[in-house]
């Protein structure tokens, strides 16, 4: 070997390779060499199997499997060809510190590779379905692999840290301490990104949900990380952020599976009493002769200032307002066309004059 490369291995690690019988020296990089070859050979056809296996089975995980195994890293598999061989050699104590920290290092950094790969799969499949029932929960799901993949990398640097013997337990204090000073700085943002998180999960209302929020009411376009986005039914986009949104009692009608009607209808006092007993019969007949109703009630309701009130009650078997005004519609033609057949009168606000004429003494 070359007297120039001898004086660098030693100077620069306090390696002879003088040091020992050469056959100990070819022995370890002969071992390295095969090792890596090997190491390689064997992740290939290991992630060509299973990717033929996975093609002919329905479930996602194998796929997953596959993607974590095509993401080892070549230089993983040297470190570990290269501390195969050094164990076949006698090496300074600074030389085997160094492998053996630099071995370390690659398998954490290594692990957050596969482990990064593994939840940006399972995200990846969780979205697809997603999408399909509740397209704007996608955006905060993103959040949600950011942040995982953040905590994620921040607990390998950590590892590695300590591992080079720094003191993480300083570090770590002052992330907390910086931590809480960026958390009071942006906790509106915090606070309605979080909003955003727990209406994923939660779901209270997705998309094309119809909501009432106080004074405003519109069907849900968008979810965002900060702002909720409502189109109203005059045609204008109302946004809210989603921290206020959740602290609002919400109208959701989009969870409605059924609308509860109740009308009043007035008529003259001069209707007769075997009239005034047909009524309710009108009232479910008009109302049963439609399709998705069901109907619950009408009753003489009251005697009012200038009508005799009946109160009616059914149900639309479905949420959609313009079932329910057609059916409305319907029943009120019904019951009008059944008013004039039966000679009942619709009252209307009247007012009786009474004038007396005095004869003078």
Do not use: C
Not at 51 to 77: C, F, H, Y
Request: glycine share 8%; proline share 2%; charged share 20%.
């Amino acid at each position: 070997m070359n007297d120039g490369v001898k004086d660098f291995f030693k100077e620069t690690f306090n390696l002879d390779l003088s040091d020992g019988p050469i056959e100990m020296w070819l022995t370890a990089i002969a071992v390295a060499l095969f090792g890596f070859l090997l190491l390689k050979l064997i992740v290939r056809l290991a992630g060509r199997r299973l990717e033929r296996m996975a093609k002919g089975t329905s479930t996602p995980i194998d796929d997953g499997v596959v993607a974590v195994i095509n993401k080892t890293q070549w230089w993983l598999l040297l470190i570990l060809s290269l501390y195969a061989g050094s164990l076949f050699t006698e090496l300074p104590v600074r030389v085997s510190l160094i492998l053996n920290k630099a071995l370390v290092i690659a398998l954490l950094l290594q692990i957050g590779i596969w482990a990064g790969t593994a939840l940006h799969f399972a995200l990846e499949i969780y979205r697809q379905r997603q999408m399909k029932r509740d397209p704007a929960g996608v955006t905060a799901l993103n959040a949600i692999g950011l942040f995982a993949k953040g905590l994620l990398w921040l607990a390998l640097l950590l590892l590695a840290l300590d591992n080079l013997g720094y003191n993480v337990t300083a570090l770590i204090a002052g992330l907390g301490v910086g931590g809480v000073a960026v958390a009071l700085a942006v906790q509106n943002i915090l606070g309605d990104l979080f909003a955003s998180l727990s209406i994923l999960i939660d779901k209270p209302f997705v998309v094309g949900d119809f909501l009432i929020v106080d004074d405003y009411m519109g069907s849900v376009e968008h979810v965002g990380l900060k702002t909720t986005r409502v189109r109203s039914l005059s045609g204008e986009q109302l946004i809210f952020s989603n921290s206020d949104l959740l602290k609002s009692r919400l109208r959701n009608y989009g969870r409605m599976y059924e609308r509860r009607v109740a009308f009043n209808i007035g008529v003259t006092y001069d209707t007769t009493r075997e009239q005034l007993k047909r009524i309710p019969g009108i009232m479910r007949k008009a109302i049963e002769g439609q399709e998705k109703t069901r109907f619950d009630r009408s009753h003489f309701f009251k005697y009012g200032d200038y009508a005799l009130i009946f109160e009616t009650v059914y149900y639309v078997l479905g949420p959609d307002y313009n079932l329910y005004m057609d059916i409305q519609q319907a029943v009120n033609l019904e019951i009008n066309e059944a008013f004039e057949r039966e000679g009942i009168e619709f009252a209307y606000p009247t007012q009786t004059l009474l004038l007396q004429r005095t004869t003078s003494a």
